[in-house]
């Protein structure tokens, strides 16, 4: 691990101020869910250290490979869960990521080291939506505004049922009171007029009994 650590940042120092040349760049499109294969030149012919790392925001190399002869590779942390292969062959130098995703995308840089001389081929790697997402994002997206159609609909028809039986309830509470208020008047009536039927009793009269 301790020498993996320092050939890399051997590299990335060789980089910052050490001759660097520029064999070539090109770009690569790949869609999302893809394997897709970044390779470049082998332009030596004599033992050299080969790495992989990639450009993280503009600014800092992240180590994903180093290769010290042509059958030992190394993997850096972060990169050792299968989804990079580093490989060889007489004429290139590969790097295999399976099953690409946006994030993915960025700038790739294959290195050579050779008697203190850098030479880098850099490799823009975009990866785009493919067509099967794009049509699920779109189904998914019509299922959401169905929805939400749906639910805006089921909402409103509960607030104005609600607002229907509230003015039902009024209109029942004010006929209650209206019934009760009558029946209260008719009450009064009525034992006013029973007490008005009532007799005094006549003072100048005679009541006889007789057997």
């Excluded at 169905?146 to 639910?151: A, Q």
């Amino acid at each position: 691990m301790m020498n993996l650590t320092l050939i890399t940042a051997f590299i990335l120092c060789s980089i910052s101020w050490i001759s660097v040349s520029l064999s070539e760049s090109h770009t690569v499109e790949v869609q999302s869910g893809e394997n897709v294969t970044l390779q470049c030149p082998k332009i030596y012919e004599v033992q050299a250290t080969i790495s992989w790392f990639r450009l993280v925001n503009r600014t800092k190399a992240s180590c994903i490979s180093t290769m010290i002869s042509s059958e030992t590779v190394k993997y850096c942390d972060g990169f050792k869960d299968g989804k990079f292969q580093m490989s060889s062959n007489i004429s290139t130098v590969s790097l295999n990521i399976k099953e690409v995703n946006l994030s993915d995308s960025g700038v790739y840089f294959c290195g050579f080291n050779i008697n203190g001389q850098t030479f880098l081929s850099v490799i823009h790697l975009n990866v785009e939506e493919s067509d099967a997402t794009t049509k699920l994002m779109g189904v998914i997206l019509v299922i959401l505004g169905s929805l939400f159609v749906l639910h805006t609909t089921v909402i409103i028809g509960l607030v104005v049922k609600n607002r229907k039986l509230q003015r039902a309830n009024e209109e029942k509470n004010r006929q209650q009171s209206e019934n009760l208020g009558s029946d209260d008047l008719n009450y009064a009536a009525v034992t006013f007029c029973q007490k008005a039927k009532r007799r005094a009793v006549e003072p100048n009269v005679v009541y006889a009994a007789t057997r």
